[in-house]
T-cell receptor, first 116, second 114 residues
Framework: GAVVSQHPSWVICKSGTSVKIECRSLDFQATTMFWYRQFPKQSLMLMATSNEGSKATYEQGVEKDKFLINHASLTLSTLTVTSAHPEDSSFYIC????????????FGPGTRLTVL | GESVGLHLPTLSVQEGDNSIINCAYSNSASDYFIWYKQESGKGPQFIIDIRSNMDKRQGQRVTVLLNKTVKHLSLQIAATQPGDSAVYFCAENRGSWGYQKVTFGTGTKLQVIP
């Protein structure tokens, strides 16, 4: 099956620093990728839709200047949490549909971000 | 507003018994539903999906039932095993083609008692 990877799997950083999380589709090309955030014991909340070669689309309430998304190639999307604060500590998960337009999503393993 | 939610936050079942996890949705325009399994510290894993033109779909040990009249979805797991312990999410999507944003429900934690 299709594989989506994320790097790093976990990261700890100091408040005020920026953290970059990578999402890669390993055996397929993804013109669209999705970024989710999940707080403990809660559901996944969609943050933004990453579009290859164009600007990301952010969900209501998500600060685009704080969560920078770059989808520079058909296999890589990055999420940068800028000036991270403790409230940004969360589990960040990306997903991608294997076939453009189809709904079946393949999810990455997630990245645990802890901001001290 | 539009939402997909679950009735039970935690479900405990004896190993070997059948499990039923329920989900309610409020958007009548929803026409594609997915069940995901998420183990601790991992990303969601696709289990089974169903489109609105169906009311039942079966997979290996799993069955999804869709009742559009009452906007209800359920996941049945036969002969539940310890490896089934996880959080299960129902998710909603609109359109089988071209609309890929997935809305997740609140999740149900399934605990399998050995």
């Amino acid at each position: 099956g299709a594989v989506v990877s994320q790097h790093p799997s976990w990261v700890i950083c100091k408040s005020g620093t920026s953290v970059k999380i990578e999402c890669r589709s390993l055996d397929f090309q993804a013109t669209t990728m999705f970024w989710y955030r999940q707080f403990p014991k809660q559901s996944l909340m969609l943050m933004a839709t990453s579009n290859e070669g164009s600007k990301a689309t952010y969900e209501q309430g998500v600060e685009k200047d704080k969560f920078l998304i770059n989808h520079a190639s058909l296999t890589l999307s990055t999420l940068t949490v800028t000036s991270a604060h403790p409230e940004d500590s969360s589990f960040y998960i990306c997903s991608a549909p294997r076939v453009a337009g189809y709904n079946e999503q393949f999810f990455g393993p997630g990245t645990r971000l802890t901001v001290l | 507003g539009e939402s997909v939610g679950l009735h039970l936050p935690t479900l405990s079942v004896q190993e070997g018994d059948n499990s039923i996890i329920n989900c309610a949705y409020s958007n009548s325009a929803s026409d594609y539903f997915i069940w995901y399994k998420q183990e601790s510290g991992k990303g969601p894993q696709f289990i089974i999906d169903i489109r609105s033109n169906m009311d039942k779909r079966q997979g290996q040990r799993v069955t999804v039932l869709l009742n559009k009249t009452v906007k209800h979805l359920s996941l049945q797991i036969a002969a539940t095993q310890p490896g089934d312990s996880a959080v299960y999410f129902c998710a909603e999507n609109r359109g089988s083609w071209g609309y890929q944003k997935v809305t997740f429900g609140t999740g149900t934690k399934l605990q399998v008692i050995p």
